[in-house]
């Protein structure tokens, strides 16, 4: 890993609630299914986020990223490096 570096981040949204079948967003009048939205709020809360190292720690075993939507304190799952040949869309059919 380096600074400047994009990784994935697998992560546990242990707050969040899990019995809620549709929401209504905000900026939306009528609800929605859960699974159509992209709220912490599900039945299962894992959570995916594409982040940029800032800084290194390795004595401490510190990762600094750039930016993410969960609480300090979150449980980290799983951090994988982002590589263009696997996580960027396919373009065309095949």
């Not at 939507?69 to 373009?91: G, M």
Request: glycine share 6%; net charge neutral; charged share 20%.
């Amino acid at each position: 890993m380096e600074v400047g570096q994009n990784i994935v981040l697998m992560y546990w949204m242990d707050r969040a609630r899990r019995d809620l079948i549709t929401q209504t967003p905000k900026h939306l009048e009528n609800s929605r299914g859960t699974f159509s939205l992209r709220s912490p709020n599900r039945p299962n809360p894992v959570s995916l986020a594409t982040v940029t190292i800032t800084s290194l720690d390795i004595a401490n075993g510190r990762i600094g990223i750039d930016a993410i939507d969960c609480f300090d304190r979150t449980p980290l799952v799983d951090i994988k490096p982002w590589l263009p040949s696997i996580d960027l869309p396919a373009t065309g059919l095949a």
